[in-house]
């Protein structure tokens, strides 16, 4: 308001302008100006409520001895002072004043004291403080993050590495072992050990795995070798006598079907069995996730093999697996057909068998050979990789 503008200027004329002077001049015209709306906004025209503001403060002498601002030099204006005071008018609470009842209360002016009429609040140091906590978190945060995901997974990893390269390996010497003895045997020699029960590949595959079982200091290593070896174990060990049983029958007997897939190496998961025109479709639930994937690999393969073997009239077998710590719709598909078998035997056995048929169970001798070329992660990695499905 121009006109409250002026009378604060009046105030302060002759005085001696110094920042504290300012600072003093504005805050009591800020004061002025708020008083003067609350008396408006109280009902009083805007001629009373000037009025009443003025006469509120008439002299601002005893506020710029209080800042110590020093008196005007000689020859100076001096302070002009209101014709209806009687005396010097401080800062008036509204009784003083004589405020009309009801009328709100309006902020009051600085008190003159030997202190500055605004008081300087000391700047807190918590804003500081936190921000250096948070900065010191972030950084333990980092520092452990760092630690954990560059030193400490690492480490696990490579003692897993080794405890898996170590199982991988002792497996790979048992096979290795077994087909010599089988390669003996097809030469003649010992076909009395391994035969002469008529037991097929039992005796000579039960043998050769005879010794003392890696020990891992982690356990779950230690069931996956254990589930992982006891199934390659049973595939190695399963011999010609079961699919020559089966020969011949008829894929569409539910009952005889369903029986000789159970007995197969992964029979203990077979959840259902069915066939429709040339395809047999098998479903396998809650397999033990402790049998690694090449073991895995391998029980299919096999039992796919064998399967085709049995039903020259199956063109293709669908597989659908799950894990028992897997969710019951997170499940992995095969598609195998009887082309594709045939054409990875032929290469894992260097064309020496190009045909699945029930020629490859007619003896003994000839099965056991059919095993080892299964046994190899030239046939059953690559065959399986070949067959899965992407989801």
């Known amino acids: 308001m121009n006109e409250l503008r002026m009378y604060v200027e009046h105030l302060f004329e002759g005085k001696v302008l110094t920042p504290e002077t300012i600072e003093l001049k504005e805050e009591i015209y ?26 509120s403060i008439t002299d601002v002498d005893d506020m710029l001895a209080g800042e110590g601002v020093a008196a005007p030099a000689s020859g100076a204006a001096p302070t002009t002072v209101m014709p209806a005071a009687q005396q010097t008018v401080k800062m008036a609470t509204p009784v003083a004043i004589g405020r009309d009842a009801g009328a709100p209360t309006p902020p009051a002016l600085p008190a003159a004291s030997g202190a500055s009429s605004v008081e300087q609040k000391p700047k807190s140091k918590t804003p500081m403080i936190a921000g250096i906590a948070a900065v010191v978190i972030i950084a333990l945060v980092a520092v452990m993050f760092g630690v954990n995901e560059f030193i400490l997974d690492p480490a696990r990893e490579r003692q897993e590495d ?25 030469d003649g020699a010992g076909t009395s050990t391994q035969n002469g029960s008529g037991g097929g590949a039992d005796s000579s595959n039960t043998s050769s795995n005879q010794g003392t079982t890696p020990q891992f200091a982690d356990p779950e290593d230690q069931l996956e070798y254990e589930a992982s070896t006891a199934l390659m174990d ?36 077979v959840e259902s069995t069915s066939v429709a025109n040339s395809t047999l479709d098998l479903t396998y639930r809650a397999i033990d996730h ?3 994937g090449d073991a895995l690999d391998l029980a299919l393969a ?7 073997a049995v039903y020259p009239s199956i063109d293709t077998i669908g597989v659908t697996l799950n894990e028992d710590d897997d969710h ?27 045909q699945v048929n029930d020629s490859l169970f007619e003896s003994d001798e000839s099965w056991e050979q059919t095993l080892n070329y299964l046994s190899s992660g030239r ?4 065959l399986t990789d070949r067959a899965e499905i992407d989801s």
């Open 30 to 55: 800020g004061n002025l100006m708020a008083r003067y709306e609350d008396y408006v906004a109280s009902g009083l025209s805007d001629e009373e409520a000037l009025a009443r503001t003025k006469a």
């Open 162 to 186: 080794i405890a898996e390269a170590q199982a991988e390996q002792q497996w790979r010497d048992q096979q290795a072992q077994i087909t010599g003895d089988n390669s003996t045997s097809a």
């Open 234 to 269: 049973e595939v190695r060990a399963s011999g010609a006598e079961l699919p020559r049983s089966f020969a011949g029958s008829d894929v569409s007997d539910d009952a005889k079907r369903g029986e000789l897939v159970s007995r197969l190496p992964l029979g203990t998961y």
């Open 290 to 292: 402790n049998i690694d």
């Open 302 to 308: 096999y039992d796919v093999t064998a399967l085709m």
């Open 328 to 354: 019951e719709r997170d499940v992995e598909r095969y598609q195998f057909t009887r082309q594709l078998v045939n054409e990875y035997l032929a290469r894992a056995s260097n064309s020496a068998i190009t």
């Open 379 to 382: 046939y059953y990695d690559e």
